[in-house]
């Protein structure tokens, strides 16, 4: 399973969101530090839940980071975030 399909499911199932985004944004980062041939390197993630509407900003963030885990963020080298309610 590539790296994004892990993303988009361990968000999907954490969140159940309204809109949900993953995309592999590794290609614009080609020759940067963390680049690696074949992607799956830079992210960003769009995500809107009803889970989100109560908490602040930093909160959203550590929610969907705690969702994705260790295992997944350690594979990854950059991570954009946009996280509503």
């Known amino acids: 399973m590539k790296l994004s399909d892990e993303i988009h499911s ?3 199932q954490a969140f159940a969101p309204t809109r949900l985004e993953v995309i ?7 020759g940067h530090s963390g680049w690696r041939e074949g992607g799956q390197t830079h ?3 769009q995500i809107s839940a009803p889970a989100f509407a109560e ?3 930093l ?4 929610a969907v980071h705690d969702a994705l885990g260790k295992e997944v963020l350690n594979r990854i080298h950059a991570l954009s975030l946009t996280v509503e309610g």
């Open 10 to 12: 361990r968000l999907l």
């Open 24 to 30: 592999d944004d590794s290609e614009r980062h080609r």
């Open 43 to 45: 992210f960003k993630v």
């Open 55 to 57: 908490m602040a900003p």
């Open 59 to 62: 909160a959203r963030h550590r």
